[in-house]
């Protein structure tokens, strides 16, 4: 089959709907990977995405990485690692950061090694993530999840998992353990795109079958 579906650079893949980007082409921070097919749709203005990835600060660095085929709603929000302040003293105030003296509160060299970090988002392949999930920084969420509409999400989240409420739970797995080991052999996402657009509806299918004969 040649080629068929839209154009993965395409910022407005849908030209008449234009609250809906594919993702990777909208954005500007270099500490965000968004793969290919990866959507945002916002009622509104889906440059607000990157507004939506909140306390993401360069000199932190922490990053926030999307895969493939990842359809996000309206009003997600990442939180990152600049929102950590201090747990275990007795104040959570974060002195250190207004100066003028109070830095040398300081036992650690720098502001971002005296925070907590809990390391990079990681977002796996054909997840869907509900209108306005909030996802806590360090969080991986693994491929083939769905995240509930205003999940907070803040433990991973296996493959193929549906996770809802606050603190998201796991609500069931998509499928059984050993059909989801299969599926992430197959990683039908890395597949080329003509070969995605050949079997789509297999992909679009329960036959897990027909879907490993075709290639893993
Ligand atoms: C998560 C979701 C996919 C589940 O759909 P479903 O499989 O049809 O699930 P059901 O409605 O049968 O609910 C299953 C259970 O999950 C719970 N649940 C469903 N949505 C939930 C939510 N947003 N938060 C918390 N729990 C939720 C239900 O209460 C039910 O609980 P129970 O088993 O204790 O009775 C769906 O509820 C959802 O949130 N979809 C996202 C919609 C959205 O935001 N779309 C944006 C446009 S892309």
């Not at 990842?70 to 002195?95: D, L, Q, R, W």
């Not at 996802?135 to 995240?147: E, H, K, L, T, V």
Request: net charge negative; charged share 20%; with cysteine.
């Amino acid at each position: 089959m040649t080629n068929i579906g839209p154009d993965a650079t395409e910022r407005y893949p849908m030209p008449h709907h234009q609250k809906l980007v594919f993702l990777k082409n909208i954005i500007t921070n270099p500490n965000i990977e968004v793969g290919d097919f990866t959507y945002y749709d916002d009622f509104d203005d889906p440059f607000n995405f990157e507004r939506n990835v909140l306390y993401h600060f360069d000199f932190i660095g922490d990053k926030l990485a999307i895969g493939k085929f990842c359809a996000i709603a309206s009003g997600v929000k990442f939180i990152m690692n600049g929102a950590n302040h201090e747990i275990s003293p007795i104040s959570t105030y974060p002195f250190a950061i207004f100066g003028n003296g109070w830095e040398k509160i300081n036992e650690v060299a720098n502001l971002t090694a005296k925070y907590p970090h809990k390391g990079d988002t990681i977002i796996g392949n054909d997840v869907w993530i509900g209108y306005n999930a909030t996802i806590m920084p360090g969080i991986q969420i693994g491929d083939g999840a769905i995240i509930a509409s205003q999940a907070v999400v803040t433990k991973d989240v296996p493959a193929y998992a549906v996770v809802g409420g606050n603190p998201a739970q796991v609500i069931r797995k998509r499928f059984s353990d050993a059909v989801i080991e299969r599926l992430l052999k197959i990683a039908w996402w890395n597949w080329d795109v003509a070969k995605i657009s050949t079997h789509l509806k297999l992909i679009n299918s329960v036959d897990i079958d027909a879907l490993e004969a075709v290639g893993g």
